[in-house]
Each structure stands twice: as structure tokens, then as C-alpha cells.
């Protein structure tokens, strides 16, 4: 029976206007891995046997015999269901599993997990995928996600690989200083494919401030939890820079994708306070669960990296239908099969039908969430506009007290840090800054703190951006002229026509300064985007 198909209560008129909310099924984490034994066959087998003992617990019963011997099968029971799809052709051979089990406390609420095991019949491993479910009329799961307990023995009996990480479900414990460079070094390898969270020790601690074992047993395989001590957290904030690194007892996630220069809040901080560590650990422990359990569903694609259940039996019956015609089958046996076979469907088609509602609600959430953060933003900016405006008022420079920069090495850090919501650097400009030649960095920031202050003022009072002019001695704001280029920005390519630079023809790195930037309108900021050298265009 479909869990989702509901009886149509509207036709009772004593019930009609006070209607049972709807049973919506929602997918909450993928998790996508190799088996560790070379021969597939054999580790495909052993596998599906852990399956099919935890399938026989969760519907506390038997299981038919054609479960054992990797057949399809369908076994019902209390409102307890398991069924298995199998085929196998010249090229793959696949088994998968679904088991729907109610709550133990939640009335309506059924889970659903979706196991598919596979292998190529020429060579590479066997590959293991799951996906859990849950159908639900609440519309908000007060739930912490965790990986289900199967995928925990089928790694300890069978081993569970990505790449050439193997799980294990424990936390990396850094120990050394040798220990903290490889961790940074796995964080900005950008073939990383799944979440690190980086657990710090304060300093005068003895362990972080949540349950990392916990963590990392409810994340395995969606998520690697890394522990440092204070003694060992300077590596990361010496390496990735202050505002990616992470200590003092909090909890950075380090997402697939982070580099030296990713935008730091892209990758979220989480602070434990000492003084109320448990609710805090708590929340941030439920936090981080949501967290990689959603970017599983992002980053494992549903008919790659993971294989639905009903793509399997589709394929199954599909594969019998068509064994019955070549054989001469009767019809009787035939449309017996044809009519299993647009049962099967139905069922996925609903659950179809299910599955695009839950996505169609989540982009509406995350669309509302966007505006609200836009609106937010606003608010934010015209905040930082009365406070500039306040301080001039008084007759003070904003910037008055500013310590410039007295290194490249700090030039992003020290961008974020003091020119944050005025002047923004470019993931290009930040990798160029890391790298810099240029003799004097602090001529160049006090070039972004003119854009930040006199320029950026002009642009927020209706000015065209048409300021060429001297901002210091031999420094000058003008067009860039035939150094003009486009820059992609936001999925857009903006025009790049401006540029600060000091004055004679050198092209010498040491002595040449060039800051190329753009007035973003929508964000109201100055970006640059590329900085301190003359970049090579068609007219140079």
C-alpha cells in the first residue's frame, strides 16, 4: 500500500472545513560509497546479507526465501513493508531494498530507507547507496538526522570507501603540528567531495564543547569530524587566514569547495559559550546534522551517484516482462506480469508526484529566506550609511584610526576586517594579493580605503563614478582605456572601466600599482576585481 495515498475527506461535510493535513514524504540524506573488498561479487554479497538481517529486524519477521538468494520479493506485515528488486544484464548487476516502517512515537510519520547495491560485470568495485526518507503531515521535523544504523554494520563487516578515504566513524583527533598542515591541506583540496567539521579546544580545555563521537557516528559517510587542540589551531589560522580559520572552542564547517580564498561565510562558524555549553552544544550539534544531511542531498545526484529504489525495480520488471516474450509465455503469464509492472509504477509515480511537492516547497523556503536576507542586507547597509554619516558629523574620518596592513599575507584578512561592507575583494583578487610583488601594500590600502570612503560616498549620493582625479602624491583615479576587459560577476559579465594606479610607464611588479574595480548597484559596494599588478589585455 502507498503510505501517501490518503482517503478524500472533503466529501463529508462534518468534516470539511477542519481537513487532516496531508502526508507529504521528504528526503532528508544520500550517502553514496564503494565497498572495500577488491572481489565485487563477494562484497556485494556480504553486504546485501547485512542489509537483509537489519531489513528483518525493522519488520520484525522473516523474510521470504527469494531475499536470501538475491531475488525480487515483496513482504508486508503490520503495516510494515519490505521489498527487493533485483536484475542483472552484460553490463551491471544491481539489488536494491526499500523498507517502510511506522514512528515508534509520532503517529503518521513512516521512515523509509532505500538501499541499492551494484556492480560493473568487467571490473571496479562495488558500489553501495542509500537514501532515507520520511513521510510526515508535520511541517516541521523536530528531528536531529542521522545516518542510519545500517550504514554503521555494513562499514564495520564490509568497509565503506570514498576515494581513498575509508569510514570509519570516528573523530580525527589532531596531534601534531605535521597533523594540522595535512588537515588544511585536505580542506582546500577542491576534489574533496564531502563536509569537515572542524572541532576546536579552547585553550586550558581538554575537549571540544560538543560530542564529536556523536557527531561523527550520526555523520558517517555524509561528513568528516575533525578535533584540534588550542596548541595546534594556530597552523589553521597561520595558513587559511583569521576569518577561515577556527579556535576557541568553536566549530567551523568546512564545505567541499573551500579555498585560501573562499568567502569565509560561506563556511559556517558555530560559537559554544562555556557558560551554557549544553544547550548550546545541543543546538549546534542539531545545526550541523541539518547541515551536511542537506548538502548530501545537493551534492549526490539521484540517478549517479545514488539510485533510487524504483529505478531498479522498474528495470527488473521490465527485464521479466521482456524474458516472458522471448520465451513464448503465455498470455495469462504475460499480462500478469504487465500488470505488476503498471502497479509498480503508479506507486512511483506518486511518490514522484511527493517527491517534486517537497522540492517545490523547499525552493519556495529558500526563496523567501533570500529575500529576507536581501531585505536584511539593505537594512544593513543603510545602518552602516547613518553611522559613516554620524561620524563625519561629529568632524572624525571613519577610517581615522585605522592600522594599515603591513604585509600582503594580511592584505585580504584586513579588507574583510575594515572595508567589510563598502569595498569587497574578488575570489581573483584575493589569490592575487596572497602572491603580491608590490613594494608597498599599505599605498594600496589606503588607495581601497579613498574607494571605501570619498568614492563610494560619491556613488551613494547619485554621482556617476566619473572621478578622475589625484587621491594621493603620484597616484591617480582614471579610466582604464583600452586596458578595459569584462569580469564575471554573479553569473553576469560586468564591464571594467576604472582603475587606481600610480604614476610612469614601469611595468615592474615591485613599482607598478593597478586596483581594477566596478560599482556593484544591487549591493551597493566597490568591487575589485583583480589587484596590485597591470593586468595583459589585447592593447598591452
Known amino acids: 500500500m502507498n503510505s501517501l495515498q490518503l482517503p478524500k475527506f472533503t466529501d463529508s461535510p462534518a468534516i470539511a472545513g477542519n481537513r487532516m493535513p496531508r502526508v507529504r514524504e521528504r528526503e532528508l540524506l544520500r550517502v553514496a560509497a564503494a565497498l572495500s573488498d577488491t572481489n565485487a561479487v563477494a562484497a556485494a554479497s556480504a553486504a546485501r546479507s547485512e542489509v537483509l538481517s537489519w531489513a528483518a529486524k525493522q519488520i520484525r519477521d522473516q523474510l521470504p526465501a527469494a531475499a536470501a538468494e538475491g531475488h525480487s520479493f515483496e513482504h508486508l506485515r503490520g503495516g510494515r513493508t519490505c521489498l527487493g528488486a533485483s ?5 551491471r548487476a544491481l539489488w536494491a531494498l526499500r523498507v517502510d516502517r511506522p514512528d515508534a512515537n509520532v503517529a503518521q510519520r513512516t521512515w523509509t530507507t532505500e538501499v541499492v547495491i551494484g556492480y560493473a560485470q568487467t571490473s571496479g568495485p562495488a558500489l553501495f547507496s542509500l537514501r532515507l526518507l520520511v513521510s510526515t503531515p508535520e511541517e516541521f521535523l523536530a528531528i536531529e538526522p542521522a545516518v542510519p544504523g545500517l550504514v554503521r554494520q ?14 570509519d566513524g570516528l573523530p580525527w583527533f589532531i596531534t601534531s603540528q605535521t597533523d594540522a598542515e595535512d588537515l588544511v591541506e585536505k580542506l582546500i583540496n577542491p576534489s574533496r567531495s ?21 557527531l561523527a557516528k550520526a555523520t558517517l559517510g555524509i561528513a568528516k569530524v575533525v578535533v584540534v587542540p588550542s596548541v595546534h589551531t594556530w597552523v589553521l589560522t597561520e595558513q587559511l587566514g583569521k ?34 555549553d549544553y544547550e548550546q552544544a545541543r543546538s549546534t550539534q542539531k545545526a550541523l546534522r541539518w547541515l551536511v544531511a542537506s548538502e548530501s542531498l545537493r551534492r549526490l545526484r539521484l540517478g549517479d551517484d545514488v539510485v533510487a529504489f524504483s529505478a531498479v525495480r522498474e528495470s527488473s520488471l521490465d527485464f521479466e516482462r521482456q524474458r516472458l516474450q522471448r520465451i513464448g509465455s503465455s498470455d495469462a503469464e504475460q499480462l500478469k506480469a504487465a500488470q505488476i509492472q503498471l502497479e509498480a509504477l503508479k506507486d512511483d509515480l506518486e511518490r514522484s508526484k511527493a517527491e517534486a511537492e517537497q522540492w517545490m516547497c523547499d525552493f519556495q523556503r ?12 539593505r537594512g544593513a547597509q543603510f545602518r552602516i550609511q547613518q553611522l559613516l554619516a554620524q561620524i563625519k558629523e561629529r568632524g572624525d574620518e571613519p577610517d581615522s584610526a585605522v592600522r594599515l596592513p ?47 570612503n570619498e568614492y563610494r560616498d560619491s556613488r551613494m549620493n547619485g554621482a556617476a563614478g566619473d572621478l578622475r582625479k589625484p587621491i594621493a602624491d603620484g597616484i591617480h ?56 599588478a597591470h593586468i595583459r589585455t589585447g592593447a598591452t
Not at 564531502?194 to 556523536?214: H, Q
Not at 577561515?244 to 568553536?250: I, L, P, Q
Not at 569584462?486 to 615591485?510: I, M, S
Open 194 to 214: 564531502i563536509p569537515y567539521l572542524v572541532c576546536s579546544i579552547a585553550e586550558g580545555e581538554s575537549a571540544p564543547r560538543l560530542d564529536a563521537r556523536l
Open 243 to 276: 576569518p577561515r580559520s577556527v579556535y576557541n572552542g568553536a566549530v567551523r564547517s568546512y564545505m567541499p569547495g573551500f579555498s585560501l580564498d573562499a568567502n569565509p561565510y560561506a563556511h559556517r562558524l558555530f560559537f559554544i559559550d562555556p557558560s551554557d
Open 477 to 532: 583615479n582614471d579610466r582604464c582605456g583600452a586596458d578595459s576587459f569584462e569580469f564575471a560577476w554573479n553569473g553576469q559579465q560586468v564591464p571594467v572601466e576604472w582603475h587606481v594606479k600610480n604614476g610612469g610607464n614601469t611595468r615592474d611588479p615591485r613599482r607598478c600599482l593597478r586596483i581594477y574595480y566596478f560599482w556593484d548597484d544591487e549591493s551597493q559596494i566597490v568591487v575589485i576585481a583583480t589587484m596590485p
Open 154 to 167: 555494513v562499514n564495520s563487516v564490509c568497509g565503506l570507501e570514498q576515494g581513498d578515504v575509508r569510514f
Open 366 to 377: 529558500a526563496e523567501e529566506d533570500a529575500q529576507s536576507y536581501q531585505q536584511q542586507l
Open 87 to 91: 536484475f542483472a544484464d552484460d553490463r
Open 406 to 452: 603591513e604585509s600582503w599575507d594580511t592584505f585580504s584578512d584586513w579588507c574583510d576586517e575594515v572595508l567589510g561592507g563598502r569595498v569587497m575583494l574578488s575570489s581573483r583578487a584575493r589569490r592575487e594579493t596572497k602572491s603580491a610583488v608590490f613594494d608597498e601594500p599599505q599605498t594600496a590600502a589606503r588607495c581601497l580605503l579613498w574607494l571605501a
